[in-house]
C-alpha cells in the first residue's frame, strides 16, 4: 500500500480555529497568520486535559440527575422536580413527544458523550489503529450535539419566567441544573481539549 507523507512530516501546521494550513514556524509559540490563534502539531496535553475534564463531568452526573433541578413554591405545598420526574410528568399528562425530548437531550444524550469520549481517550491512550474512521466520526458527532444538551436548562429558565411574571408560583433552580450545567461545560471542554489528529497517528506509524 502507498503511503501518503503527513502533513506533520510535510512540516504544515493546521489551525484548528479557522482551517487555515501554513508552515511551521520556529518559535515554541506560534501564532496562526490570519486568525492570530495558536498552533501546533498537536495540542499540548490534548489527553491528559480531556481525560481530567471527562472524569469531572461524569461525577458530577450522578448529582444532576439525582438532586432536584427546581423547586416549586405554591398555596398548595412544596415541590422539588427532578429531570426523570420532569419526564414521567410529561409522560403523566400525556406529552409524550416532550417527554422524549427532554430525556433524549438532558440524560441520554449527556451519557452517550461521556461514554464516546471515555472510549476515544483509551483507544488513543492505547495506541490503536483499528476502526480509525469510525473513531473520527464519533467525535465529529459528540462536537455536532454538544450544544443541544441544554435543553433542560432553557426549559427551567423558561418556567421561572412565566411563572414568575404571572405570580402564580415561585420557583427556584435547584442544585441538579447547575451540576447538570457543569456536566454540559465540562463534556464540551472536553471535546475541545482532544485532538482528532491523535485518532491517525498510530495508523499513520503502522503504515
Not at 57 to 86: K, Q, R, W
Not at 133 to 142: G, M, N, P
Not at 156 to 167: E, H, K
Request: aromatic share 8%; proline share 4%; hydrophobic share 50%.
Amino acid at each position: 500500500m502507498k503511503r501518503f507523507a503527513t502533513g506533520q512530516e510535510r512540516g504544515l501546521l493546521l489551525c484548528t480555529r479557522c482551517g487555515k494550513i501554513s508552515r511551521a514556524f520556529q518559535s515554541p509559540r506560534a501564532l496562526c497568520p490570519r486568525c492570530a490563534a495558536p498552533v501546533s502539531f498537536r495540542k499540548p496535553q490534548s489527553l491528559a486535559r480531556s481525560s481530567a475534564l471527562v472524569l469531572a463531568a461524569a461525577i458530577l452526573y450522578l448529582p444532576a440527575n439525582l438532586l432536584p433541578v427546581m423547586h416549586t413554591s405554591t398555596i398548595f405545598g412544596d415541590e422539588e422536580d427532578t429531570i426523570m420526574s420532569g419526564v414521567l410528568a410529561l409522560l403523566h399528562s400525556g406529552s409524550w413527544p416532550l417527554a422524549a425530548l427532554v430525556f433524549f437531550a438532558s440524560i441520554f444524550v449527556p451519557m452517550m458523550k461521556l461514554i464516546a469520549m471515555s472510549l476515544l481517550i483509551v483507544s488513543v491512550h492505547r495506541g490503536s489503529s483499528k476502526h480509525t474512521r469510525q473513531r473520527a466520526l464519533l467525535f465529529r458527532l459528540v462536537e455536532f450535539i454538544g450544544r443541544w444538551s441544554m435543553l433542560d436548562v432553557y426549559v427551567i429558565a423558561l418556567l421561572v419566567a412565566l411563572v414568575q411574571i404571572q405570580s402564580l408560583a415561585s420557583i427556584r433552580v435547584g442544585a441538579g441544573a447547575f451540576a447538570f450545567g457543569a456536566v454540559v461545560v465540562l463534556t464540551m471542554c472536553a471535546a475541545q481539549s482532544f485532538d482528532e489528529r491523535l485518532i491517525w497517528d498510530r495508523q499513520v506509524e503502522d503504515e
